[in-house]
């Protein structure tokens, strides 16, 4: 098949196309063109029977008429081609040549006869009509045909004829070759012009068409997840702040047991549901780190108090080496790093039964690279999985991994998020000896103190945390919380009822804007999505009205995401505070804001 096509290989300089993408046609164009010459070979086939009919039947004085049946021959195969009706059957290809030269060779010995002056170039006109009509062909082997015919017709000319014919017929000769050469180019150039463009437009077309619907699914999901996420937080709110009422009340040993259990996975459905607005944050493209300057050490200090008891209840030695030059102050996302150090060692922690979990943790003051390095022991990876290993909702070893919790987010995260900060994650493993797992992120320097050993600052912030003790004690202190959800309001009151503050509730954004129109309160917890009346709005309108102007307002909102605090004190509110309401956090906010009267 290969062998029939016409294309060689300098053609697309001809045809103005680069040389990959004239490739990328070839096997289309020889396809098609194997199609055409098949198609009009059984017409060259019937047209050189007729042709060989007419010039037995008829003398040479009617000569003429076979070259009038040669050129609507001619102009029929042009229509023919032009129908692209189908008839298959390569074999007929090298008919086509044999008869094509018939044509030729019968046209010569009539135009040949003597006395027949005019007829040379009549013949070599139609027979270069038929030839890039019906043959498709290397270039330079359609070269080579027409000069072939040209001189084997000169040669005869030259023998049989003599004076101003055989001038006229060299003349004539030479000028159809040049023009049928260029009617084959022409034809041949304009056929992969045209396939090129045709398959590009198609592609294009549906590229577009696939990158549309990809987009509209990917919007659609993410949109889905967003909300779910938000409207699964709502009601949360309610289960993890009652259940920490029963908690906090019940005094029967076995209730506190189930009650601790909801708190514990009400913990884990929430970090779910946040991979869950991560993700859909990334793919959307809406994901944005935020940085702050933060201490590197509190870092280390949270994702230790995090996984070291895990670990430990697993009787996993747990080694944490922290070099002790590292920059004391960072500018970076605190959020973002202490997720995806927290995501690698847990899972450290989870995939590992024996043996030990080992960290690295070291800083390159010339590339600004933190590097954390987590060695385990566990189940490792197989090679085959390593590919899958970052994708998202991606979980390995299903079954032998079936106890344990997870979703296959964790690493799909984490990745991204450590490419956002120009960094990586990279992993080796051998199956059932373990995993080193390789994070590199670029984080800014704050201040180049060298942060020291990390041990003794996790030991005093131990010590500062035991000494804490959450009992806010405000009798005189008067709050307003705004919520469009009642069982939000109840949640708040109930998780304030040892601290005997006064509490106002308000159910919309109007409701609040007519109470501070007469009353006057220490703080104001005002929720975010009302209908109405949003938290922004409501507080835009106060700020306007000068209603409430020195009193801390704090944002509440089930968007727990990264960012969300400093788009709400830019909003003018004066702090935030993330629903579902852990109530530690909500009283620490309180004894900070009420001031005196939130003295304990
Ligand atoms: P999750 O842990 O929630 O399932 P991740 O995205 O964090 O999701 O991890 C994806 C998968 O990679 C896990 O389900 C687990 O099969 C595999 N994996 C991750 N970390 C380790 C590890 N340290 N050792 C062995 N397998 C791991």
Redesign the pocket.
Same mark, same amino acid.
């Not at 566990?378 to 990876?381: A, F, K, N, V």
């Not at 991606?394 to 070893?397: G, K, P, Y």
């Not at 997870?406 to 799909?412: D, Q, V």
């Given at each position: 098949m290969k062998k029939q096509s016409f294309i060689n290989k300098n053609l697309f300089l001809y045809c103005g196309l680069e040389k990959e993408e004239f490739e990328n046609v070839v096997p289309m164009i020889m396809e098609r063109n194997v199609k055409l010459v098949s198609k009009c070979n059984i017409g060259v086939f019937l047209l050189g029977i007729v042709f060989i009919i007419v010039t037995l039947f008829v003398r040479s004085e009617d000569n003429l008429l076979a070259y009038w049946i040669l050129v609507v021959g001619g102009l029929t195969l042009c229509v023919y081609r032009l129908l692209k009706k189908e008839i298959k059957g390569v074999a007929a290809y090298i008919f086509c040549y044999s008869m094509i030269l018939v044509v030729l060779a019968f046209g010569m010995v009539l135009s040949l006869e003597p006395g027949n002056v005019s007829m040379p170039s009549t013949s070599f006109v139609v027979f270069l009509v038929l030839l890039p009509v019906v043959v498709n062909d290397k270039p330079y082997r359609m070269g080579l045909l027409i000069l072939l015919c040209a001189v084997v017709y000169l040669a005869f000319s030259v023998n049989i004829k003599s004076g101003m014919a055989v001038k006229s017929d060299i003349m004539n000769v030479t000028t159809f070759s040049i023009l049928g050469y260029m009617l084959y180019i022409s034809i041949t150039n304009r056929s992969v012009k045209e396939i090129f463009y045709w398959t590009q437009a198609v592609e294009n077309e549906r590229i577009k068409e696939e990158a549309r619907i990809a987009e509209q699914a990917s919007k659609a999901k993410s949109n889905f997840l967003a909300n779910m996420s938000h409207e699964i937080r709502t009601p949360m709110n309610a289960i993890i702040g009652l259940d920490e009422m029963i908690l906090r009340e019940s005094e029967d040993e076995k209730i506190k047991r189930y009650a601790s259990d909801i708190k514990s996975a009400g913990a884990t459905l929430l970090s779910i549901i946040n991979d869950i607005l991560d993700l859909s944050k990334i793919e959307t493209g809406k994901m944005e780190l935020v940085p702050v300057n933060y201490e590197f050490s509190s870092v280390i200090n949270d994702i230790v108090n995090m996984t070291e008891k895990k670990a430990e209840d697993k009787k996993l030695e747990f080694v944490m080496k922290v070099d002790e030059n590292i920059p004391s102050v960072f500018n970076g996302d605190e959020i973002r790093i202490r997720q995806i150090l927290l #995501?690698i060692i847990n #899972?450290?922690v989870?995939?590992t039964e024996k043996g030990s979990i080992h960290i690295y943790i070291s800083f390159d003051r010339v590339t600004s690279e933190l590097k954390t390095i987590v060695e =385990?022991t $566990?189940? &490792?990876?197989k090679p085959e999985d390593k590919e899958r %290993?970052f994708d998202s909702f991606?979980?390995? =070893?299903e079954t032998r #991994?079936r106890t344990i919790e $997870?979703? &296959? %987010? $964790?690493? +799909?995260i984490s990745r991204q998020l450590a490419q956002m900060m120009e960094g990586s994650i990279e992993v080796e +493993?051998e199956y059932g000896k373990g +995993?080193v797992?390789t994070i590199k992120v670029v984080q800014k320097v704050a201040d180049d103190t060298p942060m020291g050993d990390y041990t003794k600052r996790l030991e005093k912030a131990r010590k500062e945390e035991k000494e804490y003790v959450p009992h806010l004690l405000a009798p005189n202190a008067k709050i307003l919380v705004v919520d469009d959800n009642d069982m939000n309001l109840k949640v708040v009151k109930f998780l304030l009822k040892k601290s005997k503050i006064n509490i106002t509730t308000a159910i919309s954004g109007a409701e609040c804007l007519e109470l501070l129109k007469a009353n006057k309160y220490d703080v104001i917890l005002l929720d975010q999505m009302m209908p109405g009346m949003s938290g922004i709005e409501t507080l835009k309108v106060m700020r306007e009205e000068k209603l409430a102007e020195n009193t801390p307002v704090i944002a509440l909102t089930a968007d727990a995401i990264s960012g969300a605090k400093e788009m709400y004190l830019e909003q003018g509110f004066t702090d935030y505070l993330a629903k579902p309401i852990i109530y530690e956090d909500m009283e620490k906010l309180l004894i900070e804001y009420l001031g005196e009267k939130g003295d304990i």
């Open positions: #995501n #899972n450290a989870k995939y =385990d $566990g189940i &490792g990876i %290993l991606q979980r390995l =070893d #991994n $997870g979703t &296959g %987010l $964790g690493l +799909s +493993s +995993s797992f």
